[in-house]
């Protein structure tokens, strides 16, 4: 048969499957029996790991072009999209201890990653500094992050399938130990001697956030949404072409992507960013989330099985990030509940931070966005960083 059109038949295929996987996922969140499952383990890991358990299973092929191609077609807008609802007003009100427990957390990953590579490094691969780097994005706000630094750095697609595993599995792990310790909050508080009027000056500061209200999606609005995304995600595409490399660390895309994350902020503070109210981080979520099934697909559970040192590699870091943080924490004299909320707004992001604020206090799970959107923000940069030190350690 003729590669090309094998190619053809199998694109839209995939595309068709991948997407539908995203679409059943969310109507099994909203309509079914079954919603309370996803209550327990976030729709995110499902978009992961359905995915990744075809490949597993032979049902979806762990290389195709389809992949790469989705990541340059929909990651550049998406963040554009993503940012563009990012009200930095907002994060400013949420005031210095809430953010700096969040620094605290961005740290722990960014110093973490590094001390956990050289106490491993001479059982891994040279090429896992790559790896780690690319998951350091995902721990410091989200899965775009992710793939953004794996792109711009050019980690194999070998050693980032691992690392995908190595995210759902440690990083989900992790979430579960962060929401168990809900029910100790109390003491864990009264021990340290914490202010608790710093949660209620909370709800009262997210109070205007809290009460946003969306209106109906139009045409012209969704026109709008795709428009723009689309159109700064092209901008920054070609202009990062134009931009020499740096070193092993920012490629043509590294720059495609620095520069629609800020062609997003910069638009947070235009009038476009009123399309936040007809859904816009919606539709970024949706290419967010159509890129990431692809991201699971790329890995292979029987991979990480075959080179358990992995998960070793990932539960040390997550330890260092819980270290530094809660010792910052402490310092700031912190809640317990804005410590959580910070370790998940950079491990997890803004998908899964809401979820473990709501679960400490439910009234303050916009407190999770909108740190899950500063780790957003703060997660390619400080995610670049991460690689240096981490290529230094390697």
């Known amino acids: 048969m003729d590669p090309g059109t094998a190619r053809v038949t199998e694109w839209p295929t995939l595309l068709a499957v991948f997407v539908s996987i995203v679409g059943l996922i969310y109507f099994v969140k909203e309509k079914t029996p079954l919603r309370g499952l996803l209550k327990i383990a976030p729709p995110i890991l499902w978009v992961y790991f359905l995915p990744m358990l075809g490949t597993s299973l032979g049902l979806f092929p762990r290389e195709s072009p389809l992949y790469e191609w989705i990541i340059r077609l929909l990651l550049p807008p998406g963040l554009v999209l993503l940012l563009l609802s990012a009200d930095i007003t907002a994060l400013a009100r949420l005031g210095p201890k809430a953010i700096g427990t969040m620094l605290f957390g961005t740290a722990g990953i960014v110093l973490g990653g590094p001390l956990a590579l050289l106490l491993f490094r001479a059982w ?70 914490v202010d608790r009027t710093l949660i209620d000056d909370l709800n009262r500061r997210l109070a205007d956030f809290q009460a946003t209200q969306r209106r109906p999606l139009e045409f012209v609005d969704l026109a709008l949404i795709v428009a723009i995304g689309m159109g700064a995600g092209f901008v920054a595409t070609r202009l990062g072409g134009w931009l020499p490399p740096l070193g092993n660390i920012i490629s043509a895309f590294g720059w495609t992507i620095i520069l629609a994350s800020t062609f997003g902020i910069v638009l947070s503070f235009t009038p476009a960013a009123r399309l936040e109210g007809a859904g816009a981080s919606h539709v970024g979520n949706l290419f967010l989330y159509v890129l990431l099934t692809t991201l699971g697909a790329q890995a292979d559970l029987r991979a990480v099985l075959d080179a358990p040192i992995f998960f070793l590699v990932g539960a040390v870091w997550i330890a260092f990030h819980a270290i530094i943080l809660f010792l910052g924490g402490r310092l700031l004299k912190a809640p317990m509940f804005l410590i959580a909320t910070a370790s998940q707004a950079n491990v997890g992001g803004v998908v899964s931070a809401p979820i473990v604020a709501s679960v400490y206090q439910p009234s303050l799970a916009p407190v999770g966005l909108l740190l899950g959107v500063l780790g957003n923000i703060l997660g390619l940069y400080a995610g670049l960083l991460c690689a240096t030190l981490l290529q230094w350690a390697a």
């Open 124 to 193: 891994v691969p040279p090429e896992t500094w790559m790896g780690m780097g690319s998951l350091s994005g995902s721990w410091i706000g989200g899965s775009s992050n992710m793939v953004a630094i794996k792109e711009s750095i050019g980690c194999p697609d070998d050693i980032f399938g691992v690392m995908i595993v190595v995210d759902v599995l440690v990083g989900y792990g992790w979430m579960g130990i962060v929401m168990s310790l809900s029910s100790m909050q109390d003491r864990i508080d009264r021990a340290f001697k």
